[in-house]
């Protein structure tokens, strides 16, 4: 990124009020035009991604129209029509999370929001995933932790690592979701025993779209948002996402956000909220 502050600096010394102004002008501009970049470019990733599944929703729909006199083909391809259509809802759903998220503002998103619930919801959205494969989901850590937010991005952040650390993981294994309270901030980390991710691409996997060598795992069907979604959630909030992990080993996200007291009620929200 362009460092704005050094012209500031100098232009200020000649004509401090004038020049301020320009400047910060420029400055809003030059952010505008970055904003609208990143909304062009994410626009034409998601008609791009939408393609892919639109298209087999198609063509899929045509044969079994041709198949119409065979019940076991007409069967076999309305299972497949229905996984490509699980897979656009999901897609969809994530663009819309991800644009809510670009609309947010932070100091908008001020409810107090336990990590004990946001927890549990993560968990309970991932119960199918996990009972399919016999992973057990363990909870362990500091409980009545709370953090100052929007409560549907939090959970939405945290769902996507838990249903992420299932999802990348084999049959029978442990993932383990561990809260801890550190001074001013409260740490969410989902360790799971899975595939891991290569040395190098962890640098790319919080970016839009971007998947690990998407042949590795065609069937599990993902659509590299979730991550993204993650890593603005946490920048929204002041807070910050790391992983560590190795290949065939296992992966843990840990999601750190400023922590807030539950009593701890901001002057301009009136007092008779819990
Ligand atoms: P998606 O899971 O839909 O592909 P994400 O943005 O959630 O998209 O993740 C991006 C990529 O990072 C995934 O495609 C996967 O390769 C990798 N990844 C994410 N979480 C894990 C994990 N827990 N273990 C291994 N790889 C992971």
Redesign the pocket.
């Known amino acids: 990124e362009r460092d704005l502050s050094a012209p500031l600096t100098v232009h200020a010394r000649v004509a401090p009020l004038g020049s301020k102004l320009v400047l910060a002008m420029l400055e809003d501009r030059t952010r505008e035009r970055r904003v609208e970049a990143v909304r062009r470019d994410f626009v034409a990733n998601v008609s791009h991604e939408l393609k892919t599944p639109v298209g087999a929703i198609k063509l899929l729909a045509e044969t079994i129209e041709d198949a119409s006199d065979d019940p076991e083909a007409v069967r076999r391809f309305a299972g497949r029509l229905r996984v490509e259509s699980d897979r656009l809802t ?1 897609l969809v759903h ?1 663009v819309i999370e991800l644009s809510r998220l670009q609309d947010t503002d932070p100091s908008e998103a001020q409810d107090v929001v336990g990590i004990d619930e946001v927890v549990r919801i993560a968990v309970d959205t991932s119960a199918l995933a996990s009972t399919a494969k016999q992973i057990s989901v363990v909870v362990r850590g500091d409980t009545g932790l709370f953090v100052r937010g929007n409560p549907q991005l939090i959970s939405a952040a945290v769902s ?2 838990v ?3 299932v ?3 084999e049959p029978h294994s442990t993932v383990v979701v561990q809260t801890r309270g550190q001074g001013q901030t409260v740490e969410i980390a ?1 360790v ?1 025993q ?4 290569p040395a190098d ?1 962890i640098d790319r ?10 042949a ?2 065609r069937s ?11 890593k603005h959630v946490a920048a929204t909030h002041g807070g910050d996402v790391k ?1 560590w ?1 190795v290949e065939g080993q ?2 843990t ?1 840990t999601l750190t956000l400023p922590s807030t007291s539950p009593t701890d009620i901001p002057s301009d929200i009136p007092s008779d909220i819990p």
């Open positions: 999901d994530q996507n690592l249903s992420n650390a999802h990348y993981s989902v799971d899975g595939i891991g991710i691409e996997i919080f970016e839009r779209f971007y998947r690990v060598d998407p590795r795992h599990t069907g993902g659509n590299g948002l979730g991550l993204s979604i993650v992983v992990s296992g992966s996200f």
